[in-house]
Every structure is written in structure tokens, then in C-alpha cells.
């Protein structure tokens, strides 16, 4: 008598979420606030981000959405690589993007925590003085009554106007540039 059993096993069902890890802006680590800083004139940006397993992946500019409401696909998405490209971004401006995965058996990543990518856009840099002229000398309301009246360490606007600027330098003809405070 003779009998013959087969058997066969099944992977447990896969109950974990994707983990999200190395993100980046253009390039750069964005998982830590500030983030990093992109040129001024700067009008688009590439998200990117990896999961430890094959997942889609989402984002939006708002906190705690769940992943289904999450306006914004990855363009490049469903393997363990992710990465999309966003416009409209502006000079001066900052911006998180959070980010939420989905695995292939359709588990939501429902932890508590985005993942979040920071960074921002640089200011426009100051437009040149009209009319061609150089500034000689600088002033600031912020400047400082024992500066040098350069650029980079501009006088107090009371210092560079008393006429007693502290190297008694500007002459009858000189440009004296004002420079925005902060």
C-alpha cells in the first residue's frame, strides 16, 4: 500500500507598510527641516524618495492626509524608486511635501507620521541701481554707525547722512546706495 501526500505553503500574508526612506529635492537630503535652499528663479523641483519594497507612492502640500486623499501621484512609481517633478514654486517661498506609499497587497501606510520633504526657494537677488551709476558708498537701516560703508557692512542711515561717516569719505559727486533693512 502505498500513499503519496503533497503539500504546499503559502508566504503569510504581507501585513507591514513600505518603509520611506532617503528623500530628496533635486538631488539633495529634504528630510530635515529647513531643508535645503534652491537658486532664486528656481520654478520646478524633483521629489524623489525609496520604499523597501515595491509600493505607489503619493503626496501633497497638506499634513495627515490619508493616502487616498493625497492630490499628487508620483510619476515614477510601483518599484522601490519614486520620483516626480512639481512646478510653480516661487522665489523666497518655502515648502514641505508629505509623502505617503501604498505596497502591492494594497496596505495604506497608515502610520501617524508623514514623511516629510523640505526645502525652499531662494530671494531674488536686489536689482542693479538705475541709471548705470555706482554706489560708492552704502547706508542701511540696519547698518551699523561703525561700518565701513561698503556693501557688505553698510553704515546707519544717521552715520552715513550726519556728514561725520567715520572716514569722512563722501565727497560732493559720490553715489550713497540705501540698502533694505530687515
Keep these: 500500500l502505498s ?3 503533497s503539500a504546499t505553503t503559502q508566504a503569510p500574508p504581507d501585513t507591514t507598510t513600505p518603509v520611506r526612506s532617503n528623500g530628496t529635492v533635486n538631488g539633495m537630503a529634504a528630510t530635515s527641516s529647513p531643508g535645503p ?3 532664486s528663479g528656481t520654478s520646478g523641483a524633483t521629489l524623489a524618495l525609496t520604499t523597501n519594497e ?3 507612492c503619493k503626496y501633497g502640500t497638506i499634513s495627515g492626509q490619508s493616502y487616498a486623499s493625497m492630490p499628487g501621484t508620483f510619476s515614477t512609481t510601483g518599484t522601490m524608486s519614486h520620483t516626480t517633478t512639481i512646478s510653480g514654486l516661487a ?3 518655502s515648502y514641505t511635501y508629505y509623502v505617503r506609499c501604498r505596497d502591492k497587497s494594497a496596505n495604506l501606510n497608515a502610520n501617524t507620521n508623514d514623511y516629510s520633504l523640505y526645502f525652499s526657494i531662494a530671494n531674488a537677488p ?3 541701481p538705475p541709471g548705470g551709476f555706482t554706489c ?3 547706508a542701511s537701516p540696519t547698518g ?3 561700518a565701513n560703508g561698503s ?3 553698510p553704515w546707519s542711515l544717521a552715520k552715513a547722512l550726519s556728514g561725520g561717516n567715520p572716514s569722512g569719505s563722501i565727497r560732493p559727486g559720490d553715489t550713497l546706495c540705501l540698502k533694505g533693512g530687515t
Excluded: F
Design 3 to 5: 500513499s503519496s501526500y
Design 136 to 138: 560708492a558708498w552704502y
Design 91 to 93: 522665489n523666497g517661498a
Design 144 to 146: 551699523s554707525a561703525t
Design 126 to 128: 536686489p536689482p542693479p
Design 54 to 56: 515595491n509600493a505607489d
Design 37 to 39: 535652499q534652491l537658486a
Design 151 to 153: 556693501s557688505a557692512t
